[in-house]
């Protein structure tokens, strides 16, 4: 039974009432990752009625994870996480209910785990991790809420909906290891992972109420320094082979460079792509592989560093041919050429992305643009004498 007096200013809005009510209540959603992005969507998925739900994570509460991870307190540290936030969230609402799964996800154990539930969101913000849940989701027709962050910047979309566009259809194989950096390297501005998991659980919330899915088919941009949200599009790719198992997953899980790296928070880059099989509304994603090979055979792209005037100056490439933050592209717009292949590049790939959507928006060919992949990480790690200080 609805617990009216808790949830009525949900049941109020038309477009819940008391059936959506009940639609959350008797619906089942599996996080994946009690941490940053797990907290916010785990606490409001509760506080909006969700009856059920499970959290997957074999770690336990450290002082460092406080700054963002939201469901734990100092009196946690120590304590498994899983153990933590089912305390968190029977405070909260003790009519939910939280089933905890003390392990990390692997190939061995995801489609039993994952088996059952409505939706899956994916709190890892692990790379190899997040293609099994991809994988794992495919193989069990469930949609899955994706949320990623990076210092300041992060991502949201919603995957395998309705037979909607899958993770590898915008991000088939994930970088070299070596261009992701750790969560101690890189860094994360503590709100933005708050704010990117309340965007994945209002995503989830709607699936569960029946509401049109905005996101399936989109990817959610969000800049917190400049407070600034796009939407990249993108489609199924018909080319891409179907998932028939997870052996993928596993050989990426059991990969040694992915363990060194395994709480990494870089967010890749969708590999090079045939002319046919690239799809309309992206632009290319290029490695640093493809652009070796196409500089010995004579290609001289338009070179667009978009990092920050600081990085600029602590190093870049020899021949770049112009630095401006990624969020101030559009002030440059009469100094960058539309005749000319552009390659983008920021430190992982992720602002770079940015950048050219930007530039797609201002009515620049997609097919003239190429978003480096692992960024001037990658580019370091192929080629160093290519850069100075």
Known sequence: ?????????????PEVGVEGQ???QAASVLIVGAGGLGSPAALYLAAAGVGRLGLVDNDAVELSNLQRQILHTTNDVGTPKVDSAKATLAALDDSVEVVTYATRLHPGNAMQLMKGWDLVIDGTDNLPT?????????LLGLPWVYGSV?????QVSLFNHQGGPCYRDLFPEPPPPEAVPSCSEAGVFGVLPGLVGVLQATEAIKVLLGFEASLSGVLLLYDAKTMAFDRLRFEADPARPPVTSLDHAAGLLSDEAWCMTGDGVGIPS???????????TMFHQISMTEVLQRRNEGWAPFILDVRGDHE??????????????HSEVLAVLEELPKDTDILLHCKGGMRSQMAAMTLMNAGWDADRLYNLQGGLMAWHAASPEDLVN
């Open 150 to 154: 990076f210092r300041f910047e992060g």
């Open 1 to 13: 039974m609805v617990d009216v007096a808790r949830h009525a200013r949900h049941i109020s809005l």
């Open 22 to 24: 009940q639609r959350l």
């Open 130 to 138: 997040r293609y099994l849940v991809d994988d794992a989701c495919s």
């Open 312 to 325: 600029y100056a602590q190093v870049r490439l020899r021949d770049c041919n112009l630095q401006i933050p």
């Open 270 to 280: 969708e590999q090079q792509k045939s002319p046919d099989q690239r799809l309309p």
